[in-house]
């Protein structure tokens, strides 16, 4: 068991349930338990958390405990539920189905295959002049021994700026460069997290900080993200109290996959339930760099602690380019110091030239980010006019920055989209693999990183094996598939 939901909480989470489409021919107890099914294939309520009494539901929703019981009869007879005289009802899939959330990533050598299962983009046109002049400045480091754990001293300089610019004053003693920011995410846990400890995450995440926190065996629990609002405050504050985790792990700017943005009185409030519980936040800045459509960010979450409670992590690979492996902790120096302790168990140190490289695109920054910018904005305007052309029953709501969008499918068939996919020479992510479980798979993840041209093709042939599907016979409800 993970936690548990209040009444008033599931009250909230079931929404309009008693007025969804086709309702009228059934009776209350079915949509009810049809709307908790609905919210668990979603990922929205988690699985393994114990479900409110039958009496408190029944308070909360204005209807009779009869109605309750027979809902919580059919979740139990359906799979759903889990139930233990006096103890209570815990949330569960059919079959104990589980998916395994982590797997490779890397495309295949397969230049036919357009591959929107990665959501990066190919490097900048700058990267080659900055990586001739980081040769040039090699020499002034060729004297030593190379080993910097927290990084050089330039590097760190540039990013302790850039944290400035935007309203967070910081030194470069707060700033550890890393290889990338999936190396910064495993070096904060394995100093943070002791093997078993409990993590908040948002449903759905990004897939490889949960094989992280596989590695650390941590014990997840989640807030479900709503497809078109993203975090819903009072449930995010109320989970933070109640399940009281050693760490979150949230991705508030243009959050993969979803793209929401978190507003600034949310982020306020996250630090100050964090800190009032004994939460230490590990928030992930991958995209804070790709707004779009002159979207203006909100402060930088760390802005609102007092307490060294948040630890920031971002890195190079999404605004200039993933093969350079350069990210970064932000935090307090006596924390960096610890970190770089740790580090140097693992890796010891990156690689100086890198490092250097990183180095002149920052200082190319402004110019490099407003080109991404402008490139961000055209591929996902492609994606969303060809989604609108060939698939018009999925529902998007369209991303104002970073690279991702969270599509709502026309039905539960994102793993067997994504097989038939395939086979037609495209990559794809399915819903579940952003999930625990084998949630989710009512959603896809499509990236805009490819070009324009590239998007338009990948989606006409979505859309013919989406159609394919249908003759194939629909999935159900009932049956989520599984990859494992
Ligand atoms: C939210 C998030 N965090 C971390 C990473 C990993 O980034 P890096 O290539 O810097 O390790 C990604 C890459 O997709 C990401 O989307």
Redesign the pocket.
Known sequence: MTGQVRGVQLARLLGQWHALPGRRRSPDYAALAGTVRGLLADGRLPLGVRLPAERELAEALRISRTTVTAAYRQLRETGHLASRRGAGSWTMLPGNHRVASTGLWTPLDDREMLDLGV??LAAPPQLLSAARAATEDLPRYLSGAGYHPTGIIELREAVADAYTARGLPTSPDQIMVTS??????DLVLRLALAPGGTVLVESPT?P??LAALAGRRARITTHGLAADAGWEPDLLLGSLRQTRPKLAYL?PEFQ?PTGHLMPASLRERVVAAAHAVGTDLII?E??VDLSMDGTELPPPVATYDRHSRVVS?G????PYW?GL???WVRASAPQVQRLAAVRVGVDMASPVLDQLVAVHLLADAEAIVADRRVQLAVQRDALLGALAHRLPEWRVTVPRGGVTLWAELDGPVSSALARAAEEVGVRLAPGPRFGLDGTLERFLRLPFTLPAADLVEAVGRIAAVRYDLDRAGRQRWREPAVIA
């Open positions: 959501a990066a990338g920011t999936q190396h910064a995410l990004y490889n900080a991705i993969n992930d991958s995209f992590i890195g190079m690979s999404k993933g492996r350069i990210g």
